[in-house]
Every structure is written in structure tokens, then in C-alpha cells.
């Protein structure tokens, strides 16, 4: 048993001296890479700091002193009582997301898990259901994986049970979102989703999870579809969401 061991052991250590672990970020190769990435980008991922709204999740670009509501949402307030996020949207979270995203890499997922492990989760432990934001189901056939769904099994993996894709459905194709503003997001996103199993939402507290928290039209246009057949209550959950500059 010893002797097994000691040849474990001395397998990892060439395994380590012929391919060298890399940093998933910046590629650099060597010790003090832990997680798929390295002390220097795991230094620079940039969580949420306050103040923020207390419902949206914005960040106060001004010098307010505490936690509050945004104009934005006195005016109009959204259809989820509260929003949250990880990170900002900025490196190496970025690159991160958008390899997930975009090319489809699932060795992104454990620097991910490396980063959301400094993230509080008790606040949404009292939530009955986890529902990810879904894709249209030919974007699915074509990714071949809702980058929802994986951050959601990462977020809640010891509550997987209560993950529930199926019950949100997206009904239509919408156009990208990159390049339209708040007006145009909500257009497209207008009527797009809907639900499949009404009767299990009702009169519970729902946790909606999503990649990137941009304008917020996704999550609300989800939100609201979940409200109108008597949810309790919808929080938010989003990987990362972008910094306000203005």
C-alpha cells in the first residue's frame, strides 16, 4: 500500500514536470496555479463591492455612503425583489464567461468554481426553486449546452435537486442583444418566454440564474412571465453583471 503511494505520488510529479499546470486566463504555466488559474488573475477577479441598490444590484457610481434604492428602480421597480451577482463583468472573469459562452469550453468551469467559492450563497439557500435563464432551442442545438444551466450547477451544487430547466422555455428567436440599448432589449425580448409547468411555481420563491447581468431586460422579461401565474417571489442570480461608469 505504501509502495502504491509513493508510485501515485511520483506520477503526479512527472505528470507535473511534463505538462505543467496553466493559468486558464493569462496561459501562464508553473507552481502557484491552483484551480485553472494563477495567483496574479485570481488576485485581479473583481467582486462586488457596495454601495449598491438594494434591489437591482447596480453599483453608485457617486460617493453614496450606504446601500439604498436606484433612481431606476423607485421609478420603475422590477419584477424580482432582489439581484445579485459574483463579480463584474471585467478579466478575467470575462474571458472566462466568454469562453463558456461563446466557444463552448468547459474547462473554463473550474476557474469559475475557484471564483464563486468566495461568493455568500446562504442568502438564496431559502429559495424552492433554481430556474436558469433558457436558450432558444435551436441556440441550443447549436451550443450544445446552456451556459445558465452549468453556472447554476455550480452555484447550487449541493442543492442540484432543486435546479428546474424545463419549467422556462424561450418560445422565439430574438435578435443579439450585444448592440441594442435598454429600449431595444426590451422589444425583442418582449413575449419571448414561457412557462411550461405553472402549477409548480406557484406560491414559491424562485432563484432565476443567468450569466451576465447587462441592463437586467432578460432576467425582468423572465421574471415577469413567472409572476403572472403567482410566484411568491423572484430573486436573481447572475455569474457576473457590468459595472455602472455613469
Known sequence: MVLADI???WARGAAEVM????CHCCRRTGTGISGGLCRLCFQKVPY?????????GRNFVSS???????????????????????TYYEEPVRTLLHRLKYRYDTTAVGPLLKI??????????SCDIIVPVPLYR???????????????????????SRIMPGILVKKQQTPSQTACDAAGRRKNL??????????????????????????GTTVAEC?????????????VLTFARVRETR
Do not use: W
Open 190 to 215: 418582449r413575449g419571448a418566454f414561457a412557462l411550461i409547468d405553472r402549477l409548480s411555481i406557484r406560491d414559491k420563491k424562485i432563484c432565476l440564474v443567468d450569466d451576465i447581468y447587462t441592463t
Open 48 to 56: 462586488i463591492d457596495g454601495p449598491l441598490c438594494s434591489v437591482c
Open 223 to 235: 421574471a415577469q412571465t413567472m409572476m403572472q401565474v403567482n410566484a411568491a417571489e423572484i430573486v
Open 19 to 22: 505538462f505543467p499546470p496553466q
Open 138 to 160: 435551436h441556440r441550443l442545438q447549436d451550443r450544445g449546452m446552456n451556459q445558465a444551466l452549468v453556472l447554476a450547477r455550480l452555484l447550487f451544487a449541493d442543492t442540484r
Open 7 to 9: 508510485a501515485q505520488r
Open 64 to 86: 453614496q455612503p450606504t446601500t439604498h434604492l436606484c433612481g431606476e428602480c423607485l421609478r420603475r421597480p422590477p419584477p424580482y425583489s432582489r439581484a445579485s451577482a459574483v
Open 116 to 125: 464563486a467559492r468566495s461568493f455568500d450563497i446562504s442568502p438564496f439557500e
